[in-house]
């Protein structure tokens, strides 16, 4: 069974800094490219960044990048995404989404809080 676990969410002051992880099972992780999306309350779903577990490229927001860093540990089939420099609008509920190259549904985890105060 495909399974996503994210954790390292949390409240942190403005400027400073968490780490995210994604624990993948239940698929083979070099076949996959992992996800980072956020939602704010009242706002649409939106697409942090992303890595290709085959050959770790990675692509950003613009509102992230320089700020966040996406990597992938294959051997400990997570992936993480670094988040330094935080501000207040970066606070939203964070989920791992997996994404295989044949067409099926992406799979989502359950989502980590993570709150920005200024």
């Known amino acids: 069974e495909m399974q996503l676990v994210e954790s390292g969410g949390g409240w942190v002051q403005a400027g400073g800094s968490l780490r995210l992880s994604c624990a993948a099972s239940?698929?083979?992780?070099?076949?996959?490219?992992i996800l980072w999306f956020r939602q704010a309350p009242g706002k649409e779903r939106e697409g942090v960044s992303c890595?290709?577990?085959?050959?770790?490229?990675?692509r950003y927001t613009d509102s992230v990048k320089g700020r966040f860093t996406i990597s992938s540990d294959n051997a400990k089939n997570t992936v993480y995404l670094q988040m330094n420099s935080l501000k207040p609008e970066d606070t939203a509920v964070y989920y791992c989404v997996s994404r295989g190259s044949g067409g099926e549904p992406d799979y989502w985890g359950h989502g980590t809080q993570v709150t920005v105060s200024s």
């Open positions: 239940g698929f083979t992780f070099d076949d996959y490219a």
């Open positions: 890595i290709n577990n085959s050959d770790h490229a990675t």
